[in-house]
């Protein structure tokens, strides 16, 4: 299947399960270069902010999302142990996709 199949596959089961709704704040951790990201955005009309440990993945999902003229919340580059510079209730939704095995110990 190619890439971006697979990764809508993913992230419509994730969105589904999680019940997102229109307007939901979500952070999306390991984003990579933010097809997902943009593709649930677009999707399902939610606020997503992603969060990626390499500068160039967070280039690629804002080129990403202006070449689908879509509005990401954030990007922001550092991986899970940076989540305490989030406020508590900052987001209606997690996501982790495939981040934990390059992540720092925390």
Do not use: M
Not at 38 to 65: C, M, P, Q, Y
Not at 89 to 105: C, D, H, M
């Amino acid at each position: 299947f190619p890439q971006g199949t697979v990764t809508t596959c993913k992230y419509c089961a994730v969105a589904s399960y999680l019940n997102l709704q229109k307007g939901n704040r979500v952070l999306d951790i390991g984003a990579g270069c933010g097809l997902g990201s943009v593709w649930l955005a677009e999707s399902f009309d939610v606020r997503v902010t992603v969060l990626d440990a390499f500068e160039e993945h967070l280039v690629g999902a804002e080129a990403i999302a202006r070449e689908a003229n879509i509005d990401l919340e954030a990007t922001c580059q550092g991986d899970a142990a940076v989540l305490e510079a989030f406020p508590d209730g900052a987001f209606e939704a997690v996501i982790i996709n495939s981040a934990l095995q390059i992540s720092r110990p925390f």
